[in-house]
Antibody, heavy 127, light 103 residues
């Protein structure tokens, strides 16, 4: 069974730092890009960033709102991804989800989608 | 535009059909995916690749795309379908979500 389990969410002061973890099981972790998506209370889903696998040189990309402050990393030997957050702002308060990005092919083409999500971890940035 | 636009809310009578739309230029290049999210839960993939079902998703959910507009249709809506629904095209792009209320 595929599982993604986030941890590390807590209350942190503005300007502080925090690292979230995403522990994966039930699939070949190294074969899949891992993304982070957040959701502020009562709001929609916001893409945060992602890290690809070794064949793509662990390439990362970030939303403009977090670029330069957040870093996504992964340790394939431990089936874990991390989201390092620094210079946190009150507007970073949200539930943070990690999600697996999958790719399928058929005769009509290829399809990319988020097929498994963790349960989320709450980050509250407040003084 | 790099945005995906969804109606904020729709309602449907139990057993009837409802269509949720998602509009954006990226849908001309990328297939739409749809996610269902119930309160306090993580999103769940219900349609991918425009019109494909993940394992375990009932076939009352269906998807289609025309031009820059993708649609998710629930045929014979059930009480358990009451949720927020989000579309997604490029990996970094989500719609604002549509709250579906089943009356």
């Amino acid at each position: 069974e595929v599982q993604l389990v986030e941890s590390g969410g807590t209350l942190v002061q503005p300007g502080g730092s925090l690292t979230l973890s995403c522990a994966a099981s039930g699939f070949t972790f190294s074969a899949f890009p891992i993304h982070w998506v957040r959701q502020a209370s009562g709001k929609g889903l916001e893409w945060v960033g992602r890290i690809r696998g070794k064949p793509n040189n662990y390439a990362t990309d970030y939303a403009a709102s977090v670029k330069g402050r957040f870093t996504v990393s992964r340790d394939d030997s431990k089936n874990t991804a991390h989201l390092q957050m620094s210079s946190l702002k009150t507007e970073d308060t949200a539930v943070y989800y990690c999600t697996r990005h999958n790719l399928e092919y058929d005769t009509s083409g290829y399809y990319r989608f988020f097929d498994y999500w963790g349960q989320g971890t709450l980050v509250t940035v407040s003084s | 535009s790099s945005e995906l636009t969804q109606d904020p809310a729709v309602s449907v009578a139990l057993g009837q059909t409802v269509r949720i739309t998602c509009q954006g230029d990226s849908l001309r290049s990328y297939d739409a995916n749809w996610y269902q999210q119930k309160p306090g839960q993580a999103p769940v993939l219900v349609i991918y690749g425009k019109d494909k079902w993940p394992s375990g998703i009932p076939d009352r959910f269906s998807g289609s795309t025309s031009g820059n507009t993708a649609s998710l249709t629930i045929t014979g809506a059930q009480a358990e379908d009451e949720a927020d629904y989000y579309c997604n095209s490029r990996e970094d792009l989500f719609g604002g979500g549509t709250k579906v209320t089943v009356l």
